[in-house]
């Protein structure tokens, strides 16, 4: 089966075509294209605006399907659809600015793709962000007659390993993300119950605020953690520890989270001072291994009590060196992990996520954006 999958839930603009057939357990999978633009226009904000990400997407899905269908080798010219149909996808992108000049544009230059499916994130996310995927879906779908799949962002990190790992039933996910921080009991795919989750920030987030109050460039995560590596090779050499943090919630008898209180306490650690490179380096080190020694445990305390078969480790933060060098060394049970280029927003997982509601049979009811949508039914 193939799948055009589209992805807007933040600020990432992904479309991907994937091959997919085969049981669940074992799938075979052929990426046949991956385009992810990076709206790098948040930068300066420190954050993402959910109306500039919304205005980017109108303006970047056009080149970036089609980026993407000349890598999958599928563009050819002349498409000439009727005017009637025109008509009525003009209407459905009226709220997307330019999203409709850029594609009646485009469109003459992509023929109908041969793929089964057309799958969309409709949740969770950022609504104005997530809409104009959808309707961007809608229009395809319309364009060209083929079914729309909407599917769960959080599911698409979940089925991202799938590339690299097999994923054996029951199994733990733990998700990590700028907007989640979940651990998730998986029965089977499709079934899902959420074990716990952050009553504040996401690790993500309490990433790129650090980030931000060292004024490190957005996204923080991957800056905190190139700078915490050399804090860690210092302590590595025998230097002392220059800062201690909190581990929030390690102990705590359930299996929730929160992140807000150590992003706090760096706050309280640099406000007034100037610090040092190698304190910099050195308090991000200590930031880093005080969020992943949390993951760890809680998740850790789920793999005794739940026994699942597999752990799955899945969202941006699983980009993170230090956490996939700790769960690999620590884990007793096998782990996936998505291949790099997966373990951030993209388009492959959503293609993945919708094999899996096709194979599962379920079809949400309605297309429409839900911002707070749970994995859990
Ligand atoms: O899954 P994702 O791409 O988008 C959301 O669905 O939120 O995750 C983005 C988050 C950002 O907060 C980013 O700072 C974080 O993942 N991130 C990292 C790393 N790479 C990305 N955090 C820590 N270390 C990294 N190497
Ligand atoms: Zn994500």
């Known amino acids: 089966m193939k799948i055009l999958s589209i992805e807007t839930s933040c600020d990432e603009t992904a479309v991907a075509l994937v091959e997919v057939s085969g049981p669940l357990s074992a799938p075979e999978i052929r990426v046949l294209g991956s385009t ?103 229009a395809l779908s319309l364009l060209w007659d083929i079914p729309v799949v909407p599917t769960n962002h959080m599911e698409g990190h979940i089925a991202s390993v799938l590339t690299t790992c097999p994923v054996t039933m029951p ?52 800056q905190v953690s190139r700078l915490a590596a050399l804090g860690r090779e210092r302590r590595r050499a025998g230097s002392p520890a220059l800062y201690t943090l909190p581990r929030p919630m390690k102990k705590s008898a359930d299996f929730d989270f929160s992140f807000s209180g150590l992003k706090t306490a760096v706050l309280y650690t640099i406000q007034g001072k100037t610090l040092t490179t190698e304190e910099v380096q050195d308090l991000c080190c200590e930031f880093e291994d005080a969020v992943v020694d949390v993951l760890l445990y809680k998740t850790q305390k789920a793999i005794d009590t739940y026994s699942p078969k597999t752990l799955v480790v899945g969202g941006g933060v699983v980009a993170n060196t230090r956490l996939r060098q700790v769960f690999t060394q620590e884990i007793p049970i096998p782990l996936c992990i998505p291949e790099q280029s997966l373990s951030t927003d993209n388009a492959v997982m959503i293609a993945l996520a919708a094999y899996i509601h096709v194979q599962t049979g379920r079809v949400p009811a309605e297309l429409r954006a839900v911002g707070n949508l749970s994995l859990q039914k």
Do not use: C
């Not at 979940?182 to 989750?197: C, K, P, R, T």
């Open 36 to 138: 992810v633009h990076s709206q790098l226009e948040h930068k300066e904000f420190g954050g993402v605006y959910p109306n500039l990400a919304k205005r980017e997407h109108a303006k970047n899905l056009v080149p970036v399907l089609v980026q993407n269908l000349e890598q999958a080798g599928m563009k050819t010219e002349g498409y000439e659809p009727s005017r009637e149909i025109l008509e009525t996808i003009e209407l459905l992108l009226s709220r997307e600015e330019g999203l409709f000049a850029h594609l009646s544009k485009a469109v003459a230059h992509i023929h109908k793709p041969d793929v089964d499916h057309i799958a969309v994130t409709y949740g969770p996310g950022l609504e104005p962000a997530l809409w104009v995927g959808i309707s961007f879906a809608k």
């Open 171 to 222: 199994s733990l996910a733990l998700l990590v993300s700028g907007g989640h921080t979940e651990l998730v009991m998986a029965s089977a795919w499709g079934s899902y119950e959420l074990l716990g989750q952050t009553r504040d920030d996401a690790v993500g987030e309490a990433f790129d605020k650090v980030a931000r109050m060292l004024a490190l460039p957005y996204p923080g995560g991957p």
